[in-house]
């Protein structure tokens, strides 16, 4: 048949079958060495990358909370949001206060002369370049107006390259032509725009609007800012102004807005919930990794790091940080706060009751305990730092190392397959000879068998 190869026609073995299985007895050991290290890296590899993303997206939450304000335990709202918003960050205190707002911080804003032909007029008819400085302030926006650039040319080169600094370019046009429209996004008196150079864009302009402070009063005390956003009036507190207090229809005096700060028992514990399901995500990951399952025919099957040094030594950093005492108030700990672990999987869950009890009296201590450069947040990112690193980090290196042996298994396996491809070369090739070899001696036996039997046949008469 097509295909079939046939062996030991000469010695009626098969010969094929005997390389085969003397070439599979000589690999078996080194392929089942290989496979099982090849298996083992490649989990572990897998294993070490669920960790470090797991690590990294924990080192990432603690930094965001350590630049929120929840952990304070004080909110801030305004009687009026039309006049302003607030929001807290540390430093904040609980208080409140009137705001009363007369004036809101303005930008300034210039216009160029009219154009008859519109956006399409030719700004500079000469052969040679032309320069448009916009002034403000201290600083200075040099823009080149190439020769035959019309307004709408040099007002989209503006935009390109300066919008990111604060300034903006726009054509109104009516019946009478065109003109350009420059406006600052810088508040405050003293950020006045103005043109200079040699583009003739320069002459003629007129002022359309002039840049002012903010005008408020905080519980009654005369205050300016040269910005809507007012992060320096109060300690802890940024306002962001939004409109003039309003007066009644009427006719009399501005109604002041009532700014407050307390203490919100429902976003200190939703922030507290937060930090304990950014710890628990870590802990489960670890979980995942290293738990026993127990199979069906009751043997146990380690996880793929189970026992792994540098993972216990991860978790024991955290946990320290965890149990250790912080901030100078009456209480120190989380579990004071009603924070409880789990002795089985290491999770952590809130005693409600114990919390509300706690923070009813010492919601204060809690920020405390999280918050400043010796708190919790910043105590466990530095514990972490080493495990987390991009390239030198603990488990950065044990991914590089296994990598590594991936990459040498690789190499012992194509060595091996060249090897057994060579054992199987030569040994066919001496099975061949032998076969040869009986079939030639057979060959030699059935002639010699048929002159014997010719020698002691009788002829007939």
């Known amino acids: 048949m097509a295909g079939t190869s046939v062996s030991g026609i000469g010695s009626n073995i098969d010969t094929q079958a005997i390389v085969k299985s003397l070439v599979d007895s000589e690999r078996a050991p080194k392929q ?16 070490i990358g669920k960790i470090q993303a797991a690590l990294d997206a924990f080192r990432g939450a603690l930094e965001n909370m350590k630049t929120a304000s929840s952990f ?9 949001e039309k006049v302003a918003t607030v929001t807290t960050s540390n430093g904040a205190a609980a208080g409140s ?74 054509i109104l046009t009516d019946a009478n032509g065109s003109r350009m429209v420059l406006t600052s996004s810088k508040t405050g008196v003293g950020s006045d725009l103005t043109l200079s150079g040699n ?26 800012s ?68 127990t ?26 940080e965890l149990n250790a005492m912080g901030g100078t108030g009456d209480m120190k700990s989380l579990a004071q706060f009603g924070v409880q672990t789990d002795q089985k999987t290491g999770l952590l869950s809130i005693n409600d009751k114990v919390f509300d009890a706690a923070a009813l009296t010492n919601a204060a201590d809690i920020n405390g305990i999280f918050a400043g450069d010796t708190g919790l947040l910043a105590r466990m990112k530095t514990a ?17 190392s296994l990598s590594d042996s991936l990459t040498d298994l690789k190499k012992q396996q194509d060595a091996l397959d060249a090897r057994m491809v060579s ?17 030639r001696l057979r060959a030699q036996s059935d002639s010699i068998m048929t002159t014997l039997n010719a020698l002691n046949n009788p002829k007939s008469d």
């Open 226 to 293: 040269k910005s809507n956003t007012i992060a320096d009036a109060v300690s802890g507190i940024t306002l962001k102004l939004t409109g003039v207090s309003p007066t009644p229809s009427g006719g009399g005096a501005a109604t002041p807005a009532t700014i407050t700060v307390a203490a919100d028992k429902a976003t200190l514990k939703s922030s507290v919930k937060g930090f304990v399901d950014t710890y628990n995500a870590l802990i489960k990951a670890a979980n995942a990794e290293t738990q026993v399952t």
């Open 384 to 400: 972490t730092d080493t495990f987390a690193q991009k390239t030198t980090g603990v488990f950065a290196a044990r991914s590089a």
């Open 97 to 170: 206060f009137s705001l009363l707002v007369t004036q809101l911080a303005t930008s300034s804003k210039i216009s160029t002369k009219v154009y008859a032909d519109g956006a399409s007029s030719v700004i500079n008819a000469g052969a040679s370049p032309t320069t448009l400085s916009i002034k403000q302030g201290s600083d200075t926006f040099d823009v080149s107006i190439p020769a035959g650039a019309t307004l709408q040319q040099v007002r989209d080169s503006i935009n390109s390259q300066y919008a990111n600094q604060g300034l903006s370019a726009n």
């Open 423 to 439: 054992l199987q070369t030569s040994l066919t090739a001496k099975y061949t000879a032998m076969d040869s070899l009986v079939a």
């Open 295 to 320: 199979n069906a025919d009751g043997t146990m099957t380690a996880g793929a790091l189970t026992g792994d040094a540098s993972l216990r030594s991860l978790l024991s950093s955290v946990r320290t």
């Open 32 to 47: 089942t060495q290989i496979n099982n290290q090849t298996l083992k890296a490649t989990t572990s590899l897998s294993s």
């Open 72 to 80: 304070s335990g004080l909110n801030g709202t305004s009687s009026d």
């Open 199 to 224: 583009s003739g864009l320069e002459t003629g302009t007129s002022v359309l609007a002039t840049p002012q402070n903010a005008l408020y009063k905080l519980d009654g005390v005369a205050m300016e």
